[in-house]
C-alpha cells in the first residue's frame, strides 16, 4: 500500500526542521557581552572679580595712578569659577568723552594692566578695545592677580566723571 504525502504536511514539517537549524545555529553562536562605563561632564567657563571696583579718584591732566600697594592698594583678584583651565582675557574702553589710546593726547587717556602683585606699577601693557591675554591656564578655582594704572589725558578739554571700565572675559585654555 502507497501512502500519499499531503502539501500541508511536507509544509508544516520544513517549518519546524527551519526553526530547529535557526535554534541550533543561534545556541552555537552565543557569546559573553560586557558592558562599557562611560561619564561626561559639560565643560563649564566661568570667571568672577573681587572687589571688581576701582576709584581713581580726581587726578590732574597727564597724571597718573596705579592699584598697586604703594597707591591705592586695590589689587583685583581674578578667580576662575569653571571647572576647566581657563584663560582671562581683558580690555578696555572708550569712555563717554575720552579714547583710549597707547599714548596720552588731547582728551585720549591710557590704561594699563599687570598680572601680578606690585608695590609700585611698571612694565604693564596699555589696553585697548581688542581682548588681550591677562593670563593663561588658570585651573579650576585658581586666581590671578589684577592690577591697573590710568594716566589722564593730556590735555582734558573735560572735567566730569568718566568711567574707564575693564571688561574680563574667560575662555577655555
Not at 563649564?44 to 572679580?49: D, F, G, K, T
Not at 563717554?96 to 590704561?111: I, M, R
Request: charged share 10%; net charge neutral.
Amino acid at each position: 500500500m502507497s501512502r500519499k504525502i499531503t502539501k500541508p504536511f511536507v509544509v508544516s514539517t520544513g517549518i519546524i526542521g527551519l526553526a530547529g537549524i535557526l535554534v541550533a545555529y543561534s545556541v552555537a553562536l552565543a557569546g559573553s557581552s560586557a558592558t562599557v562605563t562611560a561619564t561626561v561632564t559639560v565643560q563649564s567657563i566661568s570667571l568672577s572679580v573681587a572687589d571688581g571696583a576701582v576709584a581713581y579718584g580726581t587726578l590732574g591732566s597727564n597724571t597718573s595712578k596705579s592699584t598697586c600697594t604703594s597707591e591705592l592698594n586695590d589689587a583685583q583678584t581674578v578667580t576662575n569659577d569653571g571647572n576647566v583651565a581657563e584663560t582671562f582675557r581683558i580690555k578696555g574702553v572708550a569712555t563717554a568723552n575720552w579714547a583710549l589710546g597707547a599714548t596720552t593726547a588731547s582728551d585720549q587717556y591710557v590704561h594699563q594692566f599687570k598680572n601680578g602683585t606690585c608695590s609700585t606699577f611698571s612694565g604693564g601693557t596699555a589696553l585697548t578695545t581688542s581682548d588681550q591675554d591677562l593670563a593663561t591656564n588658570i585651573a579650576a578655582a585658581g586666581t590671578s592677580t589684577l592690577n591697573l594704572q590710568i594716566t589722564t589725558p593730556n590735555p582734558s578739554t573735560v572735567f566730569t566723571q568718566q568711567s574707564p571700565n575693564v571688561t574680563l572675559t574667560a575662555i577655555a585654555f
